[in-house]
């Protein structure tokens, strides 16, 4: 079912930087989305591409989540429940609402919180840094989330108002007894105080601006938890240095807002290309 933002969700998404939307999905429809994750999850493996893994430890982790997956980027084309996700009316009409009736999509990934995963490395950080130059603001992210998850159990902290301010620089700190660095935004404790931790029920979407300051939270329970990451922006929201290498990458999601087969999607993105290319 599609969700038509409101006047006033729309006003909020332009000076938060984020909505959350709840019960957008029905328990049957995260079973196979939970389902379609057990399945991809049980045969990934280190050293696969765009496959990250628990730094903390090799021990086996639980039943859904045995090699203890942190994240797998282009999940759309691991399992078509994903691609259909991906190109949900739940989802597009949201984007439609706010950036306009092309939509293109950017990236469609699972991060997943390991079993009592102290996940403070990942830190506060941007997304827009990995993915300036574009032409314009008209990108953004939903995480579907597919469990209950909140500030110690996997959820998302953020911290409204701070999509307008820049790209803030992206720095790395060593921290005795860590694995891997920590993650931070430099100038950040500016911004502290104003962080909010929201708790999220399964089926619950977080939408939020790619320039949007934010973190995933640890997990301090015993079972994995996985959020659905679908990244789109506008058509007219050009990646002006073709820095985008995930799958989804200039792949027509909806025209006229109208939501486009995997026949579709191909097909434009192929013509559009062309296009582009001949335009130099």
Partial sequence: MAIILTESQKGRFATDGYLILRGVFSGSEIAELRDAAAEILSRATRG???????????????????????YLNDIFLMHERFDAHMR??????????????????????????????NNDFHGWHQDAPDYVPLSNFKNGCAITYLHEMGPCTGGTSLVPRSHRDGVFERGYETVEGWPVKKRVIVGFEA????????????????????????????????????????????????????????GPANLPITRSGTVLSVEESSRLRDEETAERNVRG
């Avoid at 739940?90 to 919180?113: E, R």
């Avoid at 300051?213 to 002006?240: F, P, W």
């Fill in 88 to 117: 949900a009316r739940a989802l597009t009409q949201i984007f439609c609402d706010l950036y306009g009736p092309d939509i293109n999509g950017f990236q469609s990934a699972a991060v997943i919180k390991t079993p009592q995963l």
């Fill in 48 to 70: 696969a591409p765009g496959v990250g893994f628990d730094p903390w430890t090799k021990q086996p982790g639980d039943e859904v989540n045995p090699n203890r997956v942190t």
């Fill in 191 to 246: 911004y502290e105080a104003r962080a909010a931790a929201p708790e999220f029920n399964s089926g619950d979407v977080l939408v939020f601006d790619s320039w949007l300051m934010h973190r995933a939270n640890s997990n301090y329970t015993d079972e994995s938890k996985i959020g659905l990451i679908n990244v789109y922006q506008a058509k007219d929201c050009i990646d002006l240095k073709n820095r985008n290498a995930f």
